[in-house]
């Protein structure tokens, strides 16, 4: 979606390293999704953000609004081998119902 | 368990046919949706309903047709018009705009 800007298109990170995800949207965001993606596979829910300035943790993943509600990111503490795969940061707005998404970004984690 | 369903995994056809992909959800959600990923990229939007019998185009829509007569069930079916459509199809459906949404495993179309 050319309404959602997600970066970086991938990377690699060593394991027990951090890695953050950016997530903009050029229009004022209704909420703000984040799935997990093995390639090939259905998506997995990671989390959910539709106040400013919320943020939301699960295990080593948080994921942060900013206050604007125009721009998302999800930070991986200490990654691991699991946290591997393509993550994609989904959204509908305040005058539109349709839920878009982003390009994705490749996560690769080196032993 | 409730959930949604795609099916068939795997789809092949000729080129010039028409063909139909399924998703069902027993979730009782009133939006659902269709995507289309390609090789390294993102989930584009090609068609989505809010309610029964009503839908709206996506980003992607032309070469796709859909219908939502029950609100179980939003088949999507490639025409012949869609210039590339192997692909791999995901389905997904939520209760509402602010909720999330619910993905099927997929469909992998392969056109030959």
């Known amino acids: 979606s050319q309404e959602l800007e997600q970066s970086p298109q991938s990377l690699i990170v060593q394991e027990g390293k951090n890695l953050t995800i950016n997530c903009t949207s050029s229009?004022?965001?209704?909420?703000l999704y984040w799935y997990k993606q093995k390639y090939g596979e259905g998506l997995i829910f990671l989390m959910m953000?539709?106040?400013?300035?919320e943020e939301k943790s699960h295990e080593k993943i948080t994921a942060k609004l900013d206050e604007k509600k125009q721009q998302s990111s999800l930070h991986i503490t200490a990654s691991q081998p699991s946290h591997a795969g393509i993550y994609l940061c989904?959204?509908?707005?305040?005058?539109?119902?349709?839920?878009?998404f982003g390009a994705g970004t490749t996560v690769t984690v080196r032993a | 368990d409730g959930g949604i369903t795609q099916s068939p995994k795997y789809l092949f056809r000729k080129e010039g046919q028409n063909v139909t992909l399924s998703c069902e959800q027993n979730?009782?959600?009133?939006?659902m949706y269709w995507y289309r990923q390609d090789p390294g990229q993102g989930l584009r939007l090609i068609y989505y309903?809010?309610?029964?019998?009503?839908?709206q185009k996506g980003d992607i829509a032309e070469g796709y047709s859909v219908s939502r007569e029950k609100k179980e069930s939003f088949p999507l079916t490639v025409t012949s018009a869609q210039k590339n459509p192997t692909a791999f199809y995901l389905c997904?459906?939520?209760?509402?705009?602010?909720?999330?949404?619910?993905f099927g495993q997929g469909t992998r179309l392969t056109v030959v």
């Open positions: 229009k004022t965001l209704y909420g």
């Open positions: 953000l539709q106040k400013g300035g």
């Open positions: 309903s809010q309610i029964v019998n009503d839908f």
């Open positions: 997904a459906s939520s209760y509402d705009r602010g909720r999330k949404a619910f």
């Open positions: 989904g959204a509908d707005w305040v005058n539109d119902y349709k839920l878009s």
């Open positions: 979730l009782n959600h009133d939006a």
